[in-house]
């Protein structure tokens, strides 16, 4: 009787998961693994809202392996040492892991690979759907600007999607932790694990995409970024399923799923790049604890600002374009460091992903691959032009809610006890008739 170790990592779903497809082909029983491993709360990544929702994917894993015969594996540890002990206590001839882009990711396989030798297996297109390396501009190991990695991103080979197992046999004897109970931050966090996840795909009206995906008060978005984050859902299965309903709504989102790709394939080549910036600035950045609070609390007397940062706070996750419009607002009109915005977002996102959260932040504060580093998002005009009637902000910011149609967008005209801007609107508009590049 042979047996595979599964090793879990980003990864948690039985759909269209190469790791777990491997493993069940390459012997006659499967150990599904997820190791729980301290080191990622030391580098403060293990924030509670994504420790719940982990909590939540891992239940949720288990359950489905239970239903066809199998079952999770839970150890706490180094994920390389828990993965050889599982292997030498099951006799497994080899051990299936998913490749990552991150370099914690890459010290990970680093230690696999010399703890398990030949027996390991690492699997791309797992995490992204065309994986990071596979095109690359002529001379180069990366693409620094999105639309000619977009370009070759559609014309390259991708793998057919797995369909999930239907029967996976476990050795008995095989011990394993309890599933960790954890309290999330933000009381609107979304379910976690691949159930939610497939629930929120088939509900989610992809043709509407095009058209309301920045419209901020019809919520158009798919809101599918916590179990992409997790690997509760597949990106290659998403763009085949995409591609094949068709429509410009599908067009907007596979694009999506691209940057997404494009975002990985810079991290794996440039890891560095998760702390410093891609492309220096010049001139320092502007430090003030006041302005920065009163950012992260939804308190800078811009309403649409606020109302993305509270329900940042709420929700543990935001409408995109409130995320440009938010980071814009720190880096190009107050001026602050994009990392002080950068590590904020990741203490609350559920999404957290470190390439998108990074890499999204230098782009808007241009440090990273935007082609017009200079530009400026207008939080006046993003809110008269994606939250025209202010529903967004009247759910958000609910002490302004009595105030009529766009002016609630304008507080110090009508509502003396909201917070005062922390750039007064005459400075505003100046400050953005110097900047080059203004939306």
Not at 30 to 36: A, E, H
Not at 72 to 99: F, W
Not at 342 to 350: C, G, I, M, P, Y
Not at 391 to 416: D, F, K, N, Q, T
């Amino acid at each position: 009787m042979t047996v595979a170790v599964a090793l879990f990592t980003q990864d948690l779903r039985l759909h269209d998961n190469p790791v777990l497809h491997a493993a069940r082909h390459a012997a006659d029983q499967v150990v599904p693994l997820f190791v729980l491993d301290p080191d990622v709360a030391a580098v403060g990544f293990a924030a509670p809202n994504r420790q719940a929702f982990l909590a939540a994917c891992l239940a949720d894993l288990d359950a489905s392996l239970r239903r066809i015969g199998s079952r999770l594996v839970l150890r706490h540890g180094d994920p390389a040492e828990q993965a050889a002990r599982i292997a030498a206590e099951a006799d497994a001839d080899t051990v299936h892991v998913a490749a990552g882009v991150s370099a914690f990711a890459r010290r990970r396989e680093t230690r696999l690979r010399r703890l398990l030798g030949r027996r390991l297996h690492v699997h791309e297109a797992v995490l992204t759907v065309v994986p990071p390396g596979r095109v690359t501009p002529a001379g180069r190991d990366h693409y620094a600007v999105f639309t000619p990695y977009h370009r070759a991103w559609q014309q390259a080979p991708r793998r057919s999607p797995h369909g999930a197992p239907r029967r996976l046999d476990t050795p008995d004897g095989i011990g394993s932790a309890e599933l960790p109970a954890a309290r999330p931050h933000s009381p609107g966090l979304p379910p976690g694990g691949e159930s939610a996840a497939r629930q929120q795909w088939r509900r989610w009206d992809v043709d509407g995409y095009a058209d309301l995906h920045d419209a901020l008060a019809a919520d158009g978005t798919s809101r599918l970024s916590p179990y992409l984050h997790f690997g509760c859902l597949s990106a290659g299965e998403l763009a085949a399923r995409a591609r094949a309903h068709g429509g410009d709504g599908a067009e907007a989102f596979v694009r999506q799923l691209a940057w997404r790709d494009f975002h990985h394939q810079l991290l794996a080549a440039r890891p560095e790049a998760a702390h410093r910036d891609y492309r220096p600035r010049d001139g320092g950045w502007h430090r003030d604890e006041r302005e920065a609070d009163a950012w992260r609390e939804g308190r800078t007397g811009y309403p649409i600002v606020d109302a993305g940062m509270r329900q940042l706070e709420h929700e543990g996750w935001m409408h995109n374009r409130a995320r440009l419009l938010t980071a814009s607002f720190l880096t190009k009109t107050l001026h602050h460091d994009w990392r002080v915005g950068a590590a904020h977002f990741l203490r609350l996102l559920v999404d957290g992903d470190l390439a998108n959260n990074q890499l999204n932040w230098q782009w808007v504060a241009g440090t990273g691959t935007d082609t017009r580093p200079n530009r400026v998002l207008n939080p006046l005009r993003q809110a008269d032009r994606y939250d025209p009637d202010g529903a967004y902000v009247r759910r958000w910011v609910p002490e302004l809610a009595h105030l009529p149609g766009p002016s609630i967008h304008r507080p110090w005209l009508l509502a003396p006890d909201y917070p005062a801007p922390l750039v007064a609107p005459e400075d505003l508009a100046l400050r953005l008739r110097t900047a080059r590049a203004l939306d």
